[in-house]
């Protein structure tokens, strides 16, 4: 069974620490691994995906990088306006499985 | 552009009642899922929609529950003889197409008493 894990569950940062969020998962054939983000009472924002180990990709402050068993997503100098709960999912390759298995998510919050 | 628009933001029924939910994806895609938001679940994956193909139905947790999408848009996620443990957030989502990232709607939040 495809199994997502993220850790840390919650993760609390002075404004400008620099940290970075755990994905380790499971699954028959990784099609894809999905980073989303998402605010209180909204539906999650897409930030990266992530096909093959060894790829990374940047936006702003973050940056995701894959490797065959874990993702990491790394935060650089974080504002509070980067607090959110950060999930990770994947995509297994079986033809025709287009859901995502998702983590629990990183609940960070970055204090002024 | 617009994005993948969910109504109601907010329901409450009563147990036993039917419910329909909406979704409008975002013009142009032609995938589109249903996902469920429960507290200390996760996001689990109900149905998902391409094109004119059959369905994948494979998340769907009981007979109550059924989706439709007419003409390759709107889609309507049914749920009846409503439990208490529906109870949760339906979320949308839409893709261009199989294996690009499907981007949310924010949901409609089910409260079940």
């Known amino acids: 069974e495809d199994q997502v894990t993220q850790s840390p569950e919650a993760l609390r940062l002075q404004e400008g620490e620099s940290s970075s969020l755990n994905c380790s998962y499971t699954v028959s054939g990784l099609r894809g691994l999905f980073w989303y983000r998402q605010d209180p009472g909204k539906g999650p924002e897409f930030l990266f995906t992530l096909y093959s180990a060894g790829e990374e990709k940047e936006k702003e402050r973050l940056k995701a990088t894959l490797t065959k068993k874990e993702s990491f997503l790394h935060i650089t100098a974080p504002k509070p306006e980067d607090s959110a709960t950060y999930l990770c999912?994947?995509?297994?390759?079986?033809?025709?499985?287009?859901?995502?298995?998702f983590g629990q998510g990183t609940r960070l919050t970055i204090n002024p | 552009g617009a994005g993948v628009s969910q109504s109601p933001s907010n329901k409450v029924t009563e147990k036993g009642k039917d419910v329909e939910l909406r979704c409008d994806p975002i013009s142009g895609h032609t995938a589109l899922y249903w996902y469920r938001q429960s507290l200390g679940q996760g996001l689990e994956f109900l149905i998902y929609f391409q094109g004119n193909s059959a369905p994948d139905k494979s998340g769907l947790p009981s007979d109550r529950f059924s989706a439709e999408r007419t003409g390759g848009s709107v889609s309507t996620l049914t749920i009846q003889r409503t439990q208490q443990e529906d109870s949760a957030v339906y979320l949308c989502a839409s893709s261009l197409g199989p294996n690009q990232p499907q981007h949310f709607g924010d949901g409609t939040r089910l409260s079940i008493l």
């Open positions: 999912a994947v995509q297994a390759a079986p033809r025709g499985a287009q859901k995502l298995v």
